[in-house]
């Protein structure tokens, strides 16, 4: 359904994210007991010929320093079979602990508009250039080197890149939803229906009254007021009577 009215937002230029339904999400754990150095396309064939369907199999790194950690995500397809992996406790000689992946709790940042909260997977708002502004990608920016004295497209100070967490502007984990607002971007694009920072998941929450996608979002925007609610049902009217137009 989402991907519905992720194509009809595309169509007509809307801007919008995608917070991928929890259901859709795939079946990750991580193996412990391999070793620094398990080579991980073995891993995943030793799994696969299990009867697993294993799409992704890496090893984990230290977030800070990139250092490499003896553990290794596994991202399965969730076949009915699937949560016999956690009953896995060899691959080959070596004794292996199979737990569930907890993401770690961190605010995301699209690498493609910039803004907190989602992943480029499933944005659809405007590329925003970390560096100059433009409406593209970082990487696609013309300026390829470390800009010196770089002005922040989120606080609009200089010294700073939006990615730093030092920025004023930057979401802190505890206070998520206050800093959300705040970091609304300043695009001012005069077609958006969807109210910038709603997801569809929550959309559709807010229509139907009950939980219907990943419940953690909800949980994520705890202040949406009644005005906002209206507004985002209004919204969802058009979007619905302009979806059964297009049928
Ligand atoms: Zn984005
Ligand atoms: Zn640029
Ligand atoms: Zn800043």
């Known amino acids: 359904m989402y991907k519905n009215i992720q194509e009809f937002c595309k169509e007509n230029e809307y801007e919008y994210h995608v917070i991928i339904p929890k259901n859709e999400r ?3 754990v991580v193996f412990k007991g391999l070793g620094l150095e398990y080579d991980t396309e073995k891993l995943k064939s030793i799994l696969n010929n299990q009867g697993f369907q294993v799409t992704k199999a890496i090893r984990l790194t230290q977030q800070r320093n990139r ?9 399965l397809v969730k076949t009915p079979n699937v949560e016999e992996i956690y009953k896995v406790n060899r691959i080959g000689i070596l004794k292996t602990e199979v737990e569930e992946f907890r993401a ?3 605010i995301t940042q699209c690498f493609n508009c910039n803004g907190f909260g989602h992943s480029a997977t499933g944005c659809g708002y405007r590329p925003r250039c970390l560096k100059c502004e433009g409406a593209h990608r970082t990487n696609q ?3 390829k080197e470390r800009v010196e004295n770089p002005k922040c497209i989120n606080c609009g100070k200089i010294g700073h890149v939006a990615a730093y967490r030092g920025c004023e502007k930057f979401p802190k984990l505890e206070k998520t939803q206050q800093n959300k607002i705040n970091t ?4 001012s694009s005069t077609r958006s ?3 910038e920072n709603v997801s569809f998941s929550q959309l559709f929450k807010t229509q139907k ?4 996608a990943a419940p953690t979002s909800v949980s994520e925007f705890p202040n949406i007021n009644n005005q906002e609610i209206t507004a985002i049902k209004n919204d969802l009217t058009v979007i619905f009577s ?3 137009e297009i049928q």
Request: aromatic share 12%; with cysteine; charged share 20%.
């Open 104 to 106: 770690r709790k961190q």
């Open 67 to 75: 250092q490499p950690l003896p553990f290794y995500l596994v991202e």
């Open 193 to 195: 229906v969807i109210k």
């Open 209 to 212: 009254q009950q939980p219907m």
């Open 242 to 244: 302009t979806l059964r």
């Open 141 to 143: 920016c013309t300026i």
């Open 26 to 28: 795939p079946f990750r």
């Open 184 to 187: 609304l971007r300043p695009f």
